[in-house]
């Protein structure tokens, strides 16, 4: 899954980028209000994480200016801020959840976990699809409840592909799945990654239509 980290603290952003990605996630990473607008209108997140000291455009204007267009992506603001009155000034502005600085990362994980079961409408971290069962928070695989071994590829994959079964993913959709704004997909790397796939979880669990794209659960 992929999410904005937006932070302008260079260390504190980088040790969160680090800590987000080692979880399983891919980030993009913007260093202000007005970029995050950018990013989001850009592309879509499963959710973001805001900080409120914001330059150009603080966080909490950046967040009521998000929800002024409609969009319902969950936001976790995670600030120094952290009186009753500003949890609630930014509560009312749209945010899903509010964590203050200094935080544990486990408890981040856990919670931007907690919002992406919300908006996808499920109660626990479990995906399954036939004989595979992707566990989201463990980031463990099993296909007939034998574990399976996946690269970071091949686990952002089929994260997507499972959450959207019964649909077909796009080329261009599982790209921005595994590589973050700053990094260039190399031309090869989903069939490599649909491959390694299909070698471990059976050739018939992905199916491939010309145009289309990638598909389980059919």
């Known amino acids: 899954m992929k999410l904005l980290l937006v932070e302008d603290d260079a260390m504190l952003g980088a040790a969160m980028k680090r800590g987000l990605e080692k979880a399983g996630y891919t980030v993009d990473w913007a260093r202000d209000g007005e970029e995050a607008l950018g990013g989001l209108l ?27 267009r409609r969009d319902t992506t969950p936001v976790i603001i995670v600030t120094a801020r952290g009186r009753g009155d500003q949890k609630i000034d930014g509560l009312d502005a749209g945010a899903d959840d509010y964590l203050v600085k ?3 990362l486990d408890e981040l994980l856990a919670r931007i976990r907690a919002q992406i079961r919300r908006a996808e409408g499920r109660v626990n971290d479990l995906l399954r699809v036939k004989d595979v069962t992707l566990d989201i928070g463990a980031r463990l695989v099993r296909r007939d409840d034998v574990p399976v071994q996946l690269t970071a590829k091949e686990l952002r994959a089929l994260d ?12 261009d959709d599982l790209e921005n799945a595994l590589y973050d704004a700053a990094g260039g997909a190399e031309s090869n790397t989903i069939e490599v990654t649909i491959y390694g796939l299909r070698k471990k979880l059976g050739a ?4 491939t239509a ?5 598909m389980v659960g059919k």
């Open 42 to 68: 850009a592309q879509g997140y499963a959710s973001v994480i805001l900080d409120l000291n914001l330059p150009h455009l603080d966080g909490l204007d950046a967040l009521k200016q998000l929800r002024a």
């Open 102 to 104: 200094p935080f544990d």
């Open 204 to 207: 018939d669990f992905i199916l």
């Open 210 to 214: 010309r145009g289309l794209g990638y």
């Open 160 to 171: 997507l592909l499972m959450r959207r079964a019964g649909r077909f993913v796009s080329k």
